[in-house]
């Protein structure tokens, strides 16, 4: 499996015998082990997980998303990893950034419209396990039709006890799919 080196500033370096992360503050250690970013199989199943670890993710739009309260086409990619804890449960504070601006929000509601930046919690609990944290890119069928080819970089870190425990690369790639309106 692939694990994270802790280099500062550095993105994500898969290496099949790299140590695990371990980020140490006074109550102790967090161990991040099999560090994966890429698509996400089985999206909306039992059995959901990441695909194969790659950095470059084709958004092509042959998924379903809920975003503000509506069903709109996408492609869901994410991050998993297995984790130990010092304690039950600690919060790891990670940041987003991205080269293109972006409308930022769930599928309740729209947070900003272009946004080049946010923020977002990670609740890690039961002192160990395993975490995936599902992310989509979800576009309409004019917006796709006018950007298709086009290439955004994103860039996520997360942080613990104010140390940043990894840092990874996002490359989406905006190719030919099924972007045209989804039907009830």
């Known amino acids: 499996m ?46 959901r997980r990441v695909c194969t670890d790659a950095e470059e993710i084709p958004i092509s739009g042959e998924d379903r998303c809920i975003f503000d309260q509506r069903e ?9 990893f297995d984790y130990i804890l010092p304690r039950e449960q600690v919060v790891l504070d990670c940041t987003w950034t991205t080269d293109r601006s972006a409308t930022d929000g769930s599928p309740q509601e729209v947070r900003s419209r272009g946004a080049s930046s946010g923020k977002y919690e990670i609740r890690l609990r039961n002192g160990r396990g395993h975490y995936l944290h599902p992310q989509y890119f979800g576009v309409s069928g004019s917006w796709a039709a006018d950007h298709a080819g086009e290439v955004q970089r994103s860039t996520q ?3 613990y006890g104010g140390k940043t425990l990894f840092e990874f690369r996002f490359v ?12 009830k």
């Open 2 to 47: 692939k694990n994270l080196r802790l280099l500062p500033a550095a993105f994500l370096l898969a290496a099949c015998a790299a140590p695990a992360l371990v980020q140490e503050d006074a109550a102790g250690m967090v161990v991040i082990e099999n560090f994966r970013r890429g698509l996400i199989c089985d999206a909306g199943g039992p059995l």
């Open 72 to 80: 709109i086409a996408c492609t869901w990619y994410g991050f998993s």
């Open 157 to 159: 870190s997360c942080a």
């Open 172 to 183: 989406r790639r905006l190719v030919p799919g099924n972007f045209g309106a989804v039907q």
